[in-house]
């Protein structure tokens, strides 16, 4: 299965980094309209969401929208410690609050920034290379966002954003992997 995870994750960045120049603009415009629409953001107080990288649609206009909205801002960032984890970290200014991190992926700074527990997420928008019409994800392989959904409370909405062409009819699996709740697409939710 760990192969099979592997050829799909090369398929997949390769796929998402061939897109036209301006669709992951386009997709990340909708994706913030779609989002703010869905109920379950409208009644959080606080979402949880990833700083995006690489060719990833940018979470940036997200996070603003959950600020301009009142939301409390979660973001994760890596520890230090083995075994690595993600941390999850409240963080108020999204200008003067960031760090680079791991893969130079910005992060909180743990010095300004208060821990958060994913129990008190209500929303969370949760990254994918692709996703199944099951809800389980392809993520980069290592682990950490199934770990931390793991401990999620009865209250936290997940849900993931991405382009049609990534939703896939099936993703291999392993009963550790958490499927999300609801696929946003720029064909519907």
Same mark, same amino acid.
């Given at each position: 299965?760990?192969?099979?995870? +592997?050829? #799909?994750?090369?398929?997949m960045?390769?796929?998402?980094? &061939?897109?036209p120049?301006? *669709?992951?603009?386009?997709?990340?415009?909708?994706?913030?309209?779609?989002?703010?629409?869905?109920?379950?953001?409208? *009644? +959080?107080?606080?979402?949880l969401?990833?700083?995006s990288?690489?060719?990833?649609?940018?979470?940036?206009a997200?996070?603003?929208?959950?600020?301009?909205d009142?939301?409390?801002?979660?973001?994760?960032r890596?520890?230090? @410690?083995?075994?690595?984890? #993600?941390q999850l970290?409240?963080? =108020?200014?999204? &200008?003067?609050? #960031?760090?680079? =991190?791991?893969? !130079?992926?910005?992060?909180?700074?743990?010095?300004?920034c208060?821990?958060? *527990?994913?129990?008190?997420?209500?929303?969370?928008?949760?990254?994918? #290379? &692709?996703?199944?019409?099951?809800?389980?994800r392809? /993520?980069?392989g290592? /682990?950490? %966002? !199934?770990?931390?959904?793991? /401990?999620?409370?009865?209250?936290?909405?997940?849900?993931?954003?991405?382009?049609?062409? %990534? @939703?896939?009819?099936?993703l291999?699996?392993?009963?550790?992997?958490?499927a999300?709740?609801?696929?946003?697409?720029?064909? =519907? *939710?």
């Open positions: 299965m760990n192969e099979a995870k +592997a050829r #799909l994750r090369k398929e960045i390769a796929m998402r980094d &061939a897109l120049v301006g *669709a992951q603009d386009r997709f990340a415009q909708a994706a913030v309209e779609k989002l703010a629409a869905l109920p379950e953001y409208r *009644a +959080a107080r606080s979402i969401a990833t700083m990288i690489g060719s990833e649609w940018s979470t940036r997200f996070l603003d929208r959950a600020h301009a009142g939301k409390a801002i979660m973001l994760p890596i520890t230090d @410690v083995r075994p690595k984890r #993600l970290h409240r963080v =108020g200014d999204l &200008a003067t609050d #960031l760090k680079p =991190g791991v893969w !130079d992926i910005p992060e909180p700074d743990p010095a300004r208060p821990e958060a *527990a994913i129990s008190d997420v209500e929303f969370a928008l949760v990254p994918a #290379l &692709a996703i199944d019409a099951e809800g389980y392809l /993520g980069y290592a /682990g950490y %966002f !199934d770990k931390l959904l793991a /401990g999620r409370g009865p209250r936290t909405f997940c849900v993931t954003a991405l382009p049609s062409q %990534f @939703v896939v009819d099936r291999p699996h392993e009963p550790h992997d958490i999300v709740h609801l696929i946003v697409t720029d064909t =519907g *939710a």
